[in-house]
């Protein structure tokens, strides 16, 4: 049976004491099998963002311990910052990482929210895909009016009475908003300015809701510590909105006021796919690293399955994959002591390894239900590990005449199994086709077979 992890990224009412934030994080990994994956926390939106994973019964008990810790170290009535809040967990997402779908991270969403309210008394919103309101699956709609004018409406108006609570807050933890989404990229800009008005002028026209780029949330701040205003995105969905087109979009109303994007800043984590399509450098991201992709925390704190296990589900097709992510493995090393870059064969070996378990989901999905397997799915994917280890080759024979002599055969080597990868992906993938029931898909399926050999 393949693995299955959860991302939790909980957002809390605290970005100035980093005793309280490292104890909310402790509660959260007291929790067997928790890893935690990111910590950030932000003195001017008094703000902190924690990152953990694991499997889902696990992260969904993290998640609580963290919310009811939180409750006991932070008063919302004394907290000031200038970011919007209604708790001192303010909001709780699950994210389907690995082997989960987005409505199965809703039903935790639902069990964390009713635990939550029983353990705590902390009255709970549903929010994003886990919303039983559609009024309540935009984030901001619920987060009108603050904690303060929150605490106030909620006693007479029904609209506003919690999924699980009675209808009043917390006296002092105020509410919080559970719920499921896609992988969100918190994503602010610094300007070169002290004015809070241009900030909020290229925040209205970038956001989506006053017609601007498709999922995009933002805000206009002033940061007292830095001096100067901030525009706060939420992007909460790349493949809708890429990074570097939000950073366009940004310098180009930026430049009509008269301004100049000094520096920007990731917050948590970001997936390969969405740096990929951007450079972090081109984009000015401040004190950018590997450690902020999320696969490359996910692969150290949750490494493959051992050989052992890995051996004994063994699929033609998860066996190419691996071929190549070892093929892969080989190359970064002999890149790595021969003192080159080796960030792009890095980048193959990490989504390599990956494909082979994915390869496995497609099948072991079917045993489950008892359902027709997906073999339009079941082809693509090898196809996509073929494609990929095609790129590989290109790169392992610019190694090759880039290496130390002493490492030519080991690159040899490399090359030997990413060709052999490619055949193996080629080869398990003929009797699918025939499965297939549209013959354009048929079609476009063999077309990229054909290129790759």
Known sequence: MARRIVECVPNFSEGRRADVVDRIAAAALSVKGVRLLDKEMDQDHNRSVLTFAGEPKAVVEAAIKAVGEASLLIDLNHHKGVHPRIGAADVVPFIPVENITLDECALLAEQAGEQIWKRYQIPVYLYGAAAKNPERAALPNLRKGAFEGLREEVKTNPEKKPDFGNASLHPTAGAVAVGARKFLIAYNFHLETKDVKVAKLIAAAIRESSGGLASVRALGLYLESRKLAQVSVNLTDYERTSLGELFHAVEREATKLGVKVKST??????????LDQAGARLMKVEHFREGMVLENRLLEEFPADPLADFLTDL??????????????????????????NHDEITADKVWLAEAAVRDAVVFDRALETGEEVDWVAATRLPIEVATRAHQLVKRMEDLRAKAHPEFQTDVESSLYLCRSAIQAAITCIQPNLSRIQSEETRKELTARIWALQ
């Open 265 to 274: 800043e990731l917050i948590g984590l970001v997936p390969r796919q969405a």
């Open 315 to 340: 699929s033609p097709g998860r066996a190419a994959a691996a071929t190549a992510a070892m093929a892969a493995a080989v190359g970064e090393k002999m890149a790595r002591i021969s003192g080159l």
